[in-house]
């Protein structure tokens, strides 16, 4: 790849700009300590941290309190630990980590959904020297096996019984890993698996016997030092593992620290998994500020979650502002629908007018106060009322449901960013939030656009590297330090970065048009009907679409035209099924190409699922998988077979 900064090219830096891994992280701090960007009355600076450790040690010493983590017990109530309570439990379980004989630079995996054992987890394993191996709760055996060959990891922390069934498989098929701690009652005894509460009866006792090695080892780390190996999805083949030292997150979460405002006194609500990079940073935020932090297992229990916590600030990828959207629609009653579309033109002029930093005059502020009463406040109220922000990443967020959003009075900042950037290398904050962009750099990240249209990005957050692969980190970051993302994108005037797709994504039909699938699939996400879109048409005449519908929305159509007792295939195929749809995709694309309009589409009777492989664990499209488990439909619709669903001429 060309080094350096291509010919007539944008070129954004923000704050102190330094070659990747080569400045101290105080300088980086030094050229920030900015008031928080949404503004509370108080000047704020981040702490200075260099590895995860010192950000560890900050927020158990800086910001005592009795509720510091929390989950939701099954009666209702919330139980919480406070920081003496945790800091116990990382220490107890890092010597236990000691006692197994982990050392400084082996990999521990991290096998577990988001709940609050895997944070002290982490830090445990982190204080250990160690380097945490988080692995996605949904991965099958096979997968993990793999992972463990290639880490040559030496310890597990797992979590429930049916994770701990998957992993010892994962294990029987690798060998390796000497011991693995069950979060949950392992059930059966193994001798090589501990259940967590007695690994921490010994790493208590190690303690008392082996005074200050816990101490000595923590301070031991250093910014240099691998902090995490985090094996990316692997849309294209066999997973890398991405090599994150303790400077590349410690710089990042400080960077994002610094143009957020959180706060200590924030409830923030945790439901990513945390083996993807971008919760795991956010939530290093929410400590380093002090915020309080509740954990959420899973999508599933997401609306109840924010009613009953009600959080303050939390980190969402698109799909769940997505279907956030959907459940509004679908709960606003036939009386109400045009109250609602009036409400929703008027907040996209409103998020236009802040976007503009103007105020809305004093008629246009007539109809805002009008609509926040019927309709913005009632919105509000779904995700529990007290929210002042929520951060979005792990894939594009539409435009229009951003700006929505912002008009309704929720602040959705999105950003962008990579597994192998640790992970923000841009992001919106106020005052100056552009729905449609993903914001301006972060302090200290550097943003160039190639002669090709690719985002390369150059910084302390750059990885450094991939595991054991060294012609594929050369592959990714050329001889001056740039990382090239595989993204294409623009920066205007003022710095403000957009993404349109995935370089390795564009299309390129049969008559050798290019078509971008994201701003498509984007578009046709936003109709009603449809949940989910899948893009098709690389060499082909012409491009058609998988549709997974709203299937809410759908039993709504059904039922008005009384075809509730037909099985689901014969509901789908349905005439008027299928023009309610063909409406909606013909609606979203008018305003694309000609050679971007969506000629056919099949409506599928599932959405697509992570656990078959068909989504990355932040639900991006696997276009290789679709491809392969959709073969025989896509052919189908190349064939003219299906007729009924073919749009235009």
Not at 14 to 32: D, I, M, N, T
Not at 571 to 591: G, K, N, R
Request: proline share 6%; aromatic share 6%.
């Amino acid at each position: 790849m060309a080094g350096g900064q291509a010919a007539g090219v944008r070129l954004e830096r923000c704050g102190h700009s330094p070659r990747r891994g080569h400045a101290p992280l105080q300088s980086v701090q030094e050229a920030r300590g900015l008031r928080h960007p949404q503004g509370n009355g108080r000047d704020s600076v981040t702490p200075a941290i260099g590895t995860l450790t010192d950000l560890l040690h900050h927020y158990l010493t800086a910001h005592p309190k009795d509720q510091a983590v929390g989950w939701g017990a099954g009666d209702g109530s919330t139980c919480w630990l406070s920081t003496a309570e945790l800091a116990d439990r990382i220490r107890a379980l890092s010597l236990a980590l000691h006692s197994h004989g982990v050392k400084p630079g082996d990999r521990v995996v991290l096998f577990a959904e988001n709940r609050w054992e895997w944070m002290v987890a982490d830090f445990a394993i982190l204080a250990s020297g160690a380097a945490c191996l988080p692995i996605h709760p949904g991965l099958s055996a096979s997968q993990i096996a793999y992972i463990l060959k290639d880490s040559a990891a030496c310890l597990a922390l797992v979590s429930t019984s049916q994770h701990l069934a998957t992993f010892m498989e994962a294990r029987r098929q690798a060998g390796d890993v000497e011991q693995v701690i069950s979060f949950d009652d392992p059930g059966a005894a193994d001798p090589v698996v501990m259940p967590l509460r007695h690994a921490l009866e010994i790493g208590r006792a190690w303690g008392d016997t082996h005074p200050g090695i816990y101490r000595a080892t923590r301070d031991a780390v250093s910014p240099g030092d691998l902090a995490s190996l985090i094996y990316t999805s692997g849309t294209t083949g066999d997973p890398k593992g991405v090599m994150l030292t303790h400077r590349n997150l410690a710089s990042n979460v400080s960077a994002c620290s610094s143009v957020f405002d959180f706060r200590a006194d924030d409830q923030a609500l945790s439901f990513l998994p945390l083996c993807h990079v971008f919760e795991r940073t956010v939530d290093y935020c929410y400590y380093l500020s002090g915020a309080a932090v509740i954990h959420i297992p899973d999508l599933a229990g997401l609306a109840t979650a924010f009613t009953r916590f009600r959080p303050t600030v939390f980190a969402a990828v698109p799909r769940v502002y997505e279907k956030l959207y959907a459940r509004i629609l679908e709960s606003v009653p036939p009386n109400r629908q045009g109250l609602f579309r009036w409400a929703s033109k008027l907040a996209l002029r409103l998020a236009a007018l802040q976007v503009a930093g103007r105020g809305p005059g004093p008629w246009l502020a007539l109809q805002r106060a009008l609509a926040d009463r019927l309709v913005y406040r009632r919105i509000r109220a779904r995700m529990g009322g007290r929210l002042r922000f929520c951060n979005s990443g792990g894939a594009p967020l539409s435009a229009d449901l951003a700006g929505f959003l912002l008009g309704a009075g929720i602040h959705v900042l999105e950003g962008y960013g990579l597994t192998e950037t640790s992970p923000v290398i841009a992001t919106n904050r106020y005052p100056d939030p552009r729905p449609g962009t993903v914001g301006r750099a972060l302090p200290g990240v550097e943003i160039s656009i190639a002669a090709d249209g690719e985002i390369l990005t150059r910084g302390p957050h750059v990885m450094d590297g991939y595991w054991h692969q060294p012609q594929k980190t050369r592959d990714m970051i050329d001889s001056d330090g740039w990382l090239h993302t595989g993204d294409i994108g623009s920066l205007d005037g003022d710095g403000y970065l957009s993404v349109t797709d995935r370089k390795k994504e564009i299309l390129i039909t049969a008559q050798g048009k290019n078509v971008a699938p994201q701003p498509l699939e984007n578009a046709l996400k936003r109709m009603p009907l449809i949940s989910q879109a899948a893009i098709i048409g690389d060499r082909r005449p012409y491009l058609v679409a998988l549709v997974a519908p709203d299937f809410n929305m759908l039993r709504r159509i059904v039922g008005k035209l009384g075809l509730e007792n037909m099985p689901l295939r014969r509901q789908l195929d349905h005439e008027s099924v299928q023009a309610a749809v063909a409406e909606e995709i013909a609606t979203a694309t008018e305003s694309f190409a000609q050679h971007e309009q969506v000629r056919r589409f099949h409506l599928l009777d599932r959405e697509f699922d992570a656990d078959m492989d068909e989504l990355t664990p932040t639900l991006k499209l696997k276009r290789r998988v679709i491809l392969q488990h959709f073969e025989d439909i896509i052919e189908d619709l190349y064939s003219g077979h299906e007729a009924p669903h073919v749009l235009g001429s």
